[in-house]
């Protein structure tokens, strides 16, 4: 018999979930959420602490870009907050260790704007070739200057990309249609697709390349990875380019490079120090330089990466309030399983301290319960424990878990 307590429990109404959406977020994530049913309130601003503070408590996913900053204080104020959304790339605007203890994922879009980038990178590639941010800035000028003379085809010339993921990959298929010869080097075995090579050692690639490009995270091991040692290594007339993170090359010797003749040029789109805004002056010493492209970061900022932004970001949020799935979660241990048919899900944050898995397997125990399946992923601090249960009890068992001293987070879903 199912002990007091073990009714069946149903999970809280879509109607009653509050999204709240900051910063002017595109409105294929409106959409999304609407379609699921849960209530949407848009700003076109970012909100400060105390204004989050007081809109907090009624919200159940709080979806932001990058000017909103989420500081604990504004978590604790989310007393229903079950996850947050940066519908951007980078998550740093938020707090994410307070986020982890207090047992609340945030997802991000990272991979949303790699096609913009790419095309980004193919274009610079014949501009360097053909020097034509120079030729429109002299006509501009009212100079005219027509000349062959270190102009060229990119048809047949060799590109090397550093960092062989998602932008890497894109970069390469359109690269092999302009009929260039791609090589790549990547610090993970990877697979070179189409006719491309991968390459054992980065001076390798350099040493063969006409153009290099680079798509590597920011990582310790590649600060500086271009630096004067790896610029010698290139071609004599080779060009250099960087929309990857502005740690990565170092820039007074790329200047140097540059200014000695060595490179033909460079298309440089992130830099170690960036203006926080566009109102904000900016000086480095690349500018003035001969056939150098220089662009504000903004390799992934077009009207389709925002639309695509929208898009993955508001699935992983509705997943993650539908499923508990967790597979792309930022500061959080990472879990999709299939829902089960007839079952009760059960969603348990708990601090990752020893035995908590036997109290809640004794709880299970205690009413009968029946699991029909259990997954746990855990990081230092906190453990995440999804559970199919029969329904006739699954109630019970929530609220005997939510009572665990260890327990963080505890939600129901069927
Ligand atoms: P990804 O994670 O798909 O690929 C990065 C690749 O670099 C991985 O294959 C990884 O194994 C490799 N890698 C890591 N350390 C390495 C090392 N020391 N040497 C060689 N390879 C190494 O990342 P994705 O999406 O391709 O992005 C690449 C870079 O582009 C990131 O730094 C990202 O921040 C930047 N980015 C810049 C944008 C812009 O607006 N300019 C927009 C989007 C991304």
Same mark, same amino acid.
């Given at each position: ?333 990472? $879990?999709? *399983? ?7 899900? @059960?969603?348990?944050?708990?601090? /990752? %301290?020893? &035995?908590?898995? =036997? ?15 259990? $997954?746990? *992923? ?7 424990? @999804?559970?199919?249960?029969?329904? /006739? %009890?699954? &109630?019970?068992? =929530? ?16």
């Amino acid at each position: 018999m199912p002990a007091t307590g073990t009714m069946p429990a149903t999970s809280f109404p879509k109607d009653k979930i509050k999204v709240l959406l900051l910063e002017n977020i595109h409105p294929n994530a409106t959409a999304r959420f609407q379609s699921e049913g849960f209530q949407v309130e848009n700003l076109k601003g970012a909100l400060s602490e105390k204004e989050l503070i007081e809109k907090l408590p009624s919200v159940h996913i709080l979806g932001i870009r990058s000017k909103t900053q989420i500081s604990d204080a504004a978590l604790a104020a989310g007393k229903h907050l079950l996850s947050v959304g940066c519908f951007c790339i980078g998550t740093n605007q938020v707090d994410l260790e307070a986020a982890n203890r207090r047992g609340i994922p945030v997802f991000n879009a990272p991979f949303s704007n790699t096609r913009s980038v790419a095309e980004m990178v193919i274009a610079e590639i014949i501009f360097l070739a053909r020097q034509l941010a120079d030729r429109s800035k002299e006509v501009h000028e009212g100079a005219w200057k027509k000349v062959a003379s270190g102009c060229y085809e990119v048809r047949g010339k060799t590109l090397g990309i550093v960092g062989y993921g998602h932008i890497g990959h894109q970069v390469s298929i359109l690269a092999e249609s302009f009929g260039m010869r791609v090589l790549a080097y990547d610090i993970a075995p990877k697979l070179a697709i189409g006719n491309a090579r991968t390459v054992a050692g980065i001076a390798d690639l350099l040493a063969q390349s006409d153009f290099v490009t680079l798509h590597v995270p920011e990582t310790p091991l590649t600060k500086n990875m271009i630096g004067a040692p790896q610029l010698g290594l290139m071609k004599k007339g080779a060009y250099l380019i960087n929309a990857s993170r502005g740690s990565v090359v170092d820039i007074p010797a790329l200047a140097a490079s540059l200014k000695s003749g060595h490179l033909a040029g460079a298309a440089v789109d992130v830099y170690p120090e960036e203006p926080s805004g566009n109102e904000i002056m900016f000086s480095s010493p690349l500018q003035k330089l001969p056939n150098v492209i220089l662009t504000p970061h903004i390799g992934g900022s077009t009207e389709e990466a925002q639309a695509n932004i929208g898009v993955e970001v508001s699935e992983s949020l509705t997943r993650f309030m539908n499923e508990g799935a967790t597979p792309t979660a930022v500061n959080f241990p990472r $879990i999709d *399983s299939p829902i089960v048919k007839g079952a009760h899900r @059960i969603l348990n944050v708990h601090r /990752n %301290v020893p &035995g908590v898995l =036997k109290d809640i397997n004794k709880i299970v125990s205690d009413l009968n319960a029946n699991i029909r399946g259990q $997954i746990l *992923s855990t990081d230092s601090e906190i453990g995440y424990l @999804i559970m199919d249960l029969d329904q /006739n %009890v699954s &109630g019970g068992v =929530k609220d005997a878990i939510e009572k665990l001293s260890t327990s963080i987070r505890t939600r129901i879903l069927f």
